[in-house]
Structure formats: structure tokens, C-alpha cells
């Protein structure tokens, strides 16, 4: 059964709607499975500046809440299991089991009915939902208990000890991350995501089934009490945000959210090798060797891509990390890569558990090795302590690399001013020059690139924009690239599943020249 004060917790941090002014929609309907539950309740639906709210009451009773209205105080109270959630209208703080949670808005009230958004029930329920303005009706459809978002109330007692004894066995969802236009899912295993698209406002939906939260769930990514996290996305000119949460737990369902500027194209791709990713944009640049489900839903199958670039010469590489799980570097070599960056660190404590055995693996294949941290600091004072962290993995590797060692920023999930990036990028790369005595590389995707001020055209960039055919354009910093990560997908022999793919700007050649090799 879903865990309720997770679909609380949700529920208030979804609980949004534009303006104050609002206005009913006369003779308006609500449709559940085709039964019209709206007839002789006296409600209307409410639309505020072209968003549509329903009443909670009627939707959640109707599921199996029990709701309760205090009008001294104006109070609406929602239990079920080990939920107490106490709302108030015009009030922006709410009570989730007395623990005081702050709302976006307070909550709207019309005729003595609580109103909230059709977002609020499309995603917290499971149900699929349209909007017929012609109509002025809303239909609402509960998804098959298959699906794992059935929240009706059912005694599954003969069956909990089973899901608990499985629990352990439940795919570890262990990082998400958006860069670079695309959603990445790093999981444990094989899954099966089911992808959906939502308006009002758009957005694209992916259910997890049998999986949960990973213990390397980073802590940059934290989950909060309720079962729910965020990343922010001010960078991309097609998303805003990405959120995610266990929503279910028997079945267990953990479900990412992508939230959209507009109706924006998309395909799936999923090769069991531990990553699932979404891309936006992409299909008419970059292909990949598993089935892609579009934003339309359908399945299509799609060429591979291929394993270089070779343009003019340049040399060849790969970046690779844990994710990556144990690689054959003599086959990496023979295929043709003649450098590799390997994920050192993160943060100012984790180390990559491959790292060493990475570095060690390229080294005896011949292959040049570098190494990249990436950052989460949003202070200077963080930002140094990070760069000690990296400087202690690169020691623990034998010092010096025959790379210079790499800054990865390519977020901001803080909302930093571009001030305070510069400022927080310029606090990692003197330290690291300082305790390492080597000029480092910064790495970023394109979009991300132009946040930096070009008093950082001083540093090597290597730069993540994924297509075959288009080079990365000239930024404020940068007017050409160092490195080029072309491909998130590709693939190569001794790597299982899909791995990054990189360009030099030059010949292996020029690069080992310029590294005095």
C-alpha cells in the first residue's frame, strides 16, 4: 500500500496556482472512470489565469480519505493510516503529522469547498487526467493496480511480509542528474521505466517500478522526510526543474518528474547498463543502439552511435566513472582511445570506488590518464575543501596524472548569481593549482559554458555538447574547445552499456607534445 505521508508531502509541495483572482466554471463536471462524481455535490471547477483547480474533498474522499473541515478556524484536515495533514486557508504554513511545512501559497477557498490544482491530482493519485474547456469537465482515469499508483485502500496484509522480505532486492536508484538537455537515472540493475507526458502545465513523467532510493544517493541530492527531493534547472531553455520521490511503496515506485517550459520533444534511452536517460532534443542529433520511446509514447528502433568522431585526425578518449563497473582497458586501447578521465571525487568526502583501480587499468593499457572531480560547493570555503578532497585522491593514485586534473561544473542546483559561480569556480581552481601544482581543465556543458566570465579563458575547456554533427559554439570565455564530449551513449569494446565519448582538438600527437610526454 502507497506510504501516505509521502503522497502528503507531495501533495504539499505541489500545491501551487497562479494569482489570487480566480473565476468558476459554470456547469462544470468531474468524470472518475466515466461516473460523474461532481452531480448534485454543488461544485465548480475553478480556473486561475488558465490553471484548473478541483476540489480536494470530492477527489480524496472518493479514493478513501477521510476529510474533516473546522470553518471556526478554517481547517481541513486529511488522515489515512499514519497521515495527518491540517491545512488552513490563507495560511502558507501546513501541519504534515505536527510537523509545520511551508506552502508556496495558502490554499483556496470558494463556497466552502478547499480547492487545489489538477496538477495535484494527475501526479499524486496516479490518475490520468484531461481538461475539456469546450466541456468544462474534467476526466479522471485510475490507472490498472499493475501500474503500481492504485491508492485505494486494500488489506495487503497476507502479502506484506513478502514485499518486506523483497525490499532489499528492489533496484537502488542512485544518482539523477539533468545536464546537458538530458535527464540521467543512474541505477543498480535492469529496470523498466514507464515515460509519460502531462499538461497544465507540461511535463514528462518517469515511474521507476520495483526500485527505491540507493545508499550513494548523493547527498547534494537529499531526500527530505516526506520522500521527496528536487534539482533546479535555471540553465536549460526547455526545463525548469526536476523532482522526484518514492511516491509508492508496495508496489514500489519511485517516480522523477521533469518539469517543462512548453510541450518539448523527447526519447528514452535505455540499454540495461546501469543509466537510464532522457533526451530532449536529441533524436535528430544523436542516435543510440537501444529502442527509444518518443513523446508521443511510441517505440522505435534507432542506429548506433558511433564509436569516434575522427574528425581530422583528432584523438580519441572516454570518460568513465564507477557507473561504468569493471572495464577491460587493453580492449578500450585497441578500439582506438588513446586518453581516458577518470571520475576521482565528489563533494568534500567521496571517492569513486573504481577510481584507483581505473587509473591503474589505463595506465597499464597504454592509455593517457586524467582524472575529474565534480563540484558541489556553493561557497568559496566549500569550494577549497572539495579541491583538498581531490588533491588527497590524486596522491593516493601516485600524484601526478598525465592529465591535468579537471573541475566538472555543470550545475546549479542552488541558484547561484554568476558572480557567485565565478567565484566559487575560482575558489577550486587555485586551490587545486596550489596543492597539485598543475593549471586545471574546466569542464561544463555548452549552455552551461556561457555562465563564465572570461576571466576563466586562462583554463583549458573541455565541454559536453552531445551530437555527432555539431561542434560546441563560442561562449563569452572560450572562442574554441579543448576536449569534446560528443555522446553520453556511445559505445566501446571492454565497457559494458553506453559510455561518454570524447574528442581532443588535435592529434594524440599534439596532445602528448603538449604534455611534454
Not at 99 to 120: D, E, I
Not at 207 to 221: L, M, R, V
Not at 239 to 247: D, E, I, L, Q
Request: glycine residues 8%; proline residues 5%; charged residues 15%.
Amino acid at each position: 500500500m502507497k506510504k501516505i505521508y509521502l503522497f502528503a508531502c507531495l501533495f504539499l509541495f505541489l500545491l501551487v496556482f497562479s494569482g489570487e483572482s480566480y473565476a468558476a466554471s459554470s456547469n462544470s463536471h468531474i468524470q472518475l472512470d466515466g461516473k460523474d462524481i461532481s452531480v448534485g455535490k454543488g461544485v465548480q471547477i475553478q480556473e486561475v489565469k488558465g490553471n484548473v483547480l478541483v476540489p480536494l474533498r470530492l477527489i480524496v474522499e472518493e479514493l478513501g480519505y477521510s476529510v474533516n473541515w473546522e470553518s471556526k478556524t478554517g481547517t481541513v484536515t486529511i488522515h489515512k493510516q499514519n497521515l495527518n495533514l491540517s491545512l488552513q486557508v490563507n495560511n502558507p504554513i501546513a501541519l504534515v503529522n505536527d510537523q509545520p511545512m511551508g506552502l508556496a501559497v495558502a490554499p483556496l477557498l470558494s463556497g466552502g469547498t478547499t480547492y487545489v490544482p489538477l496538477r495535484f491530482v494527475s501526479e499524486q493519485t496516479g490518475m490520468e487526467v484531461s481538461w475539456n474547456n469546450e466541456l468544462k469537465t474534467v476526466f479522471l482515469t485510475t490507472p490498472p493496480a499493475s501500474s503500481g499508483n492504485n491508492v485505494t485502500t486494500n488489506d495487503h496484509s497476507a502479502t506484506q511480509a513478502t514485499s518486506d522480505a523483497t525490499a532489499s532486492q528492489r533496484t537502488a536508484i542512485n544518482q539523477i542528474s539533468f545536464n546537458n538537455h538530458q535527464l540521467a537515472i543512474t541505477v543498480d540493475g535492469k529496470v523498466s521505466p514507464k515515460v509519460s507526458t502531462l499538461t497544465q502545465p507540461d511535463r514528462i513523467v518517469v515511474d521507476i517500478p520495483d526500485s527505491k532510493f540507493g545508499e550513494e544517493f548523493p547527498a547534494s541530492q537529499s531526500i527530505n522526510n516526506g520522500g521527496q527531493g528536487s534539482l533546479s534547472i535555471a540553465e536549460d531553455p526547455d526545463a525548469s526543474k526536476v523532482r522526484y520521490s518514492m511516491f509508492s511503496a508496495n508496489p514500489a515506485l519511485v517516480r522523477i518528474v521533469v518539469d517543462l517550459n512548453h510541450s518539448t520533444p523527447f526519447h528514452l534511452i535505455n540499454a540495461d547498463d546501469g543509466k537510464v536517460v532522457i533526451a530532449l532534443d536529441q533524436a535528430t542529433e544523436e542516435s543510440t543502439s537501444t529502442n527509444t520511446v518518443t513523446s508521443t509514447g511510441t517505440v522505435t528502433p534507432t542506429d548506433n552511435v558511433a564509436s569516434t568522431i575522427s574528425s581530422d585526425g583528432h584523438a580519441q578518449g572516454i570518460d568513465v566513472s564507477h557507473y561504468n563497473g569493471d572495464i577491460d582497458w587493453q580492449q578500450v586501447a585497441a578500439a582506438g582511445k588513446t586518453f581516458a578521465f577518470i571520475k576521482a571525487t565528489e563533494g568534500t568526502k567521496f571517492l569513486d570506488n573504481q577510481f584507483l583501480a581505473n587509473v591503474q587499468g589505463a595506465r597499464d593499457a597504454n592509455i593517457l590518464v586524467g582524472a575529474y572531480h565534480f563540484l558541489n560547493a556553493t561557497t568559496v570555503d566549500g569550494a577549497r575543501q572539495e579541491a583538498a578532497n581531490f588533491a588527497r585522491a590524486l596522491d593516493s593514485a601516485g600524484g601526478r596524472l598525465d592529465l591535468p586534473p579537471v573541475m566538472d561544473y555543470e550545475n546549479n542546483p542552488k541558484g547561484l548569481t554568476p558572480v557567485q559561480i565565478s567565484e566559487v569556480a575560482h575558489a577550486f581552481l587555485d586551490e587545486m593549482e596550489k596543492l597539485t601544482g598543475r593549471e586545471p581543465i574546466v569542464y561544463t556543458g555548452n549552455v552551461f559554458a556561457s555562465k563564465f566570465d572570461p576571466t576563466f579563458s586562462m583554463y583549458k575547456l573541455w565541454v559536453a555538447r552531445y551530437s555527432t554533427t555539431q561542434k560546441p559554439t563560442a561562449v563569452p570565455a572560450w572562442n574554441s574547445w579543448w576536449a569534446w564530449q560528443y555522446s553520453s551513449t556511445g559505445s566501446v569494446p571492454g565497457i559494458r552499456g553506453q559510455v561518454d565519448l570524447d574528442e581532443y582538438n588535435g592529434t594524440i600527437d599534439e596532445l602528448r607534445a603538449s604534455l611534454g610526454l
